[in-house]
């Protein structure tokens, strides 16, 4: 379980990230341009598919590459390119080469807890704290909010969960 001051910690990583990768502007332009934000960084994308269906992406540290599958919706390939800039973000200093975003269940704590702070930063990144925020004073519809930030209905419900503005 991720503490408040780490997800703190996570949220301001994240927005110092959208502001050096697209400048001041980053919230008026949406959805976020991941790609944009990956290239700022010098990370790869590159798209394929993996043996194991239930892996969504893989980053690769010493290629400095960020893998995707290519039969995934735009809102998932625009999450997993931010929750594995979150692994290279986050967690540099892992001795992990390479980091796999996958459905399957992991049973080690450490790994959950590294797994979390990338899912964490990846909403972070594509559903920037203020902005949602302003925008869901103003809609208070997941739907269209969810389709305003490229984002899937289910990642912007988790997210306006996670930052109290719902149930």
Request: a negative charge; zero cysteines.
């Amino acid at each position: 379980m991720l503490t408040k001051e780490r997800i703190d910690q996570i949220e301001l990583q994240a927005k110092d990230i959208l502001l050096s990768a697209l400048g001041e502007g980053y919230s008026s332009i949406l959805p976020i341009d991941i790609s944009k934000v990956a290239k700022a960084l010098d990370l790869k994308l590159k798209e394929g598919v993996f043996k194991d269906e239930n892996v969504a992406g893989a980053y690769d540290k010493a290629q400095k590459t960020i893998y995707i599958s290519e039969n995934d919706p735009y809102t998932r390939k625009a999450f997993t390119i931010a929750h594995e800039i979150g692994h290279y973000a986050l967690h540099a200093d892992k001795e992990q080469e390479t980091f796999y975003r996958s459905n399957t269940i992991l049973l080690d704590k450490e790994e959950r807890e590294i797994e979390q702070e990338a899912n964490m930063f990846a909403a972070s990144l594509l559903m920037p704290k203020d902005t949602v925020t302003r925008f869901f004073h103003v809609m208070k519809n997941v739907e269209r909010l969810a389709d305003l930030f490229g984002v899937s209905n289910s990642s912007m419900s988790w997210r306006l969960k996670n930052l109290g503005l719902t149930e």
